[in-house]
């Protein structure tokens, strides 16, 4: 019987075993596919727990609705009737500002604004940072032949040192937890790029694209467009374990694969601690220093490259309250820090208001996020000092009074891929450098996106690399559409 190896039990490995065993059910053929995880458990960082009526996440809680392959891959899993949207009365967010929480000023669209009166009207950035911003209208264009350009380079270019420190690293962080000097404008939001070539001014194109796509009603991040499961996203992972446990799939935790090594007779060797097995396919389904360290004796160019990719570390910190600790919380979804703020905290979910049913009733559950490519010291701290400094900063900005009922720390060490300048032509070499093995793909967040449906995305197009299916991976990392909708 053909064999399949699997190795990496994160979203990317457990959708792709999926994908494979159907398109094995609808071929009549028939394989044996073993998923490794060097942990104890299948999941990867995605990870849901119960706690006195809390539901908490340990990694990710949304799933953007617009990238199709995430949603597909819950509506074939039959989760369909769990999703849970996030409540409407809580889709906006907040910026801090020294002791105070500014709402994001209405129409602002990640970095720029389509409205011009609610940003006039915001305290969020000083009168002259204000007349700055507006020299966007009359500056000229940039000429895009020219080298790719740091999303930092391109804010400060267009809207001023300002809108950079203040909106944009802030923003961004909330997603790529980033460093904007380093991050590639091109492999992560090419539409302001198009937006320049177009319009000239980013204000003058966001107000066009706020009359073509009805964008000015949002407020930062677009919540309406984000979704949950009822119980937290483990049940993603959950329902994935359950459907390949009984499709008759092998599920071996606790085993580190440390190489992979072609056969003389076809396919590839893999090396575990004490024994190797062989294999007629193999999936690597990990984070690229993972993936660099197990493909070198495969093809050192492959490893190189996977190596080069860099990745932050990050931490969650589950803080459960009654809700008369925190009389005055702003009915948000959440806030973002600033890294000039130089506060713990990089970013604050309200995980109560952001969706139903998370904490008890007259009860809240906030969600903190530390570290990062500009903070990742923070996680040399213990986790009783991440605690104090979160507990800090919720007093300060949100007026938390007395102690929390829990609290929870969960680490994401080198979790969070940057795709840095140069992104996209390095996965480029990346991908022509896997195809050059029959039989073997890769599946990453370092590739063509981040988030959960861009993995559901790449595990189509792997599970079809692996059974010969010659479908296109949807949503390559040059398309724009897809990727405006990323953020
Ligand atoms: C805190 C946090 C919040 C996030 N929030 C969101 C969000 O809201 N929405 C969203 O879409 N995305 C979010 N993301 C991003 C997204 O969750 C991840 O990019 C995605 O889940 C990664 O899945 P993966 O399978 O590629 O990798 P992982 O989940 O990292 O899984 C890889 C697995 O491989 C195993 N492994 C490593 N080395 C080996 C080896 N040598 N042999 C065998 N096994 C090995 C690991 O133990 C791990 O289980 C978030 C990420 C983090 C960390």
Redesign the pocket.
């Known amino acids: 019987m053909t064999k399949i190896a699997i190795?990496?039990?994160?979203?990317?490995?457990l959708a792709t075993a999926y994908r494979i065993h159907e398109q094995l059910v609808v071929t009549g053929k028939s394989a044996k596919i073993t998923i490794?995880?060097?942990?104890d458990r299948f999941g990867?960082?995605?990870a849901s727990s119960m706690r006195d009526g809390f539901t908490l996440e340990h990694?990710?809680?949304?799933?953007?609705r617009t990238k199709p392959a995430g949603l597909q891959l819950i509506k074939d899993l039959g989760l369909e009737e769990q999703l849970q949207p996030t409540q409407e009365h809580a889709r906006s967010s907040l910026i801090a500002k020294g002791r105070k929480l500014i709402p994001v000023p209405d129409g602002l669209y990640l970095l720029a604004p389509a409205k011009i009166w609610p940003f006039i009207t915001s305290p969020i950035i000083s009168p002259l940072g204000k007349l700055r911003m507006a020299l966007d209208l009359i500056l000229p264009r940039r000429s895009w032949e020219a080298d790719e350009e740091s999303l930092a380079d391109f804010v400060r270019r267009r809207l001023g040192r300002e809108a950079l420190e203040r909106i944009a690293q802030p923003m961004i962080s909330g997603i790529y937890t980033a460093d904007p000097e380093q991050l590639s404008l091109r492999a992560t939001m090419p539409q302001f790029i198009e937006m320049e070539k177009q319009h000239r001014s980013l204000i003058l194109g966001m107000r066009h694209r706020a009359r073509e796509q009805a964008v000015a009603s949002a407020r930062g991040p677009r919540y309406g467009l984000f979704t949950t499961l009822v119980g937290g996203l483990g049940t993603l992972t959950d329902r994935l374990v359950e459907r390949l446990r009984t499709a008759g799939c092998e599920f071996l935790a606790n085993?580190?694969?440390e190489k992979i090594v072609k056969a003389e007779s076809g396919g590839y060797n893999l090396t575990l601690s004490e024994e190797y097995r062989h294999f007629d396919h193999v999936v690597v389904?990990?984070?690229a220093h993972?993936a660099a360290k197990?493909v070198k004796p495969l093809d050192q160019v492959l490893s190189y490259k996977l190596a080069t990719i860099p990745y932050a570390g990050?931490a969650?910190i589950n803080v459960a309250l009654r809700a008369d600790q925190i009389p005055n919380l702003p009915t948000a979804a959440g806030f973002v820090v600033p890294a000039v703020e130089g506060r713990t905290l990089i970013a604050c979910t309200f995980g109560h208001h952001k969706y139903a049913g998370r904490a008890p009733e007259g009860h809240a559950l906030l969600r903190g996020f530390v570290g990062g490519a500009l903070h990742e010291a923070v996680l040399e701290r213990s986790d009783e000092d991440i605690v104090d400094g979160v507990l800090r900063d919720l007093r300060d900005l949100l007026g938390l009074q007395g102690k929390p009922l829990f609290t929870t720390v969960h680490r994401?060490p080198k979790?969070?891929a940057q795709f840095v300048i140069g992104h996209t032509d390095g996965v480029a070499v990346i991908r022509g450098r896997e195809r050059n093995f029959p039989g073997f793909a890769m599946?990453?967040?370092a590739f063509e996106g981040?988030?959960?449906?861009d993995?559901a995305a790449q595990a189509e197009a792997a599970a079809d690399r692996i059974t010969g299916n010659n479908r296109q991976l949807p949503g390559s990392i040059n398309d724009a559409a897809t990727r405006a909708e990323t953020a």
């Open positions: 190795i990496g039990g994160g979203i990317g490995g490794y995880d060097a942990s990867g960082v995605i990694g990710p809680d949304s799933i953007i085993t580190r694969v389904a990990l984070p993972a197990i990050v969650t994401w979790a969070m599946v990453s967040n981040v988030g959960i449906p993995l």
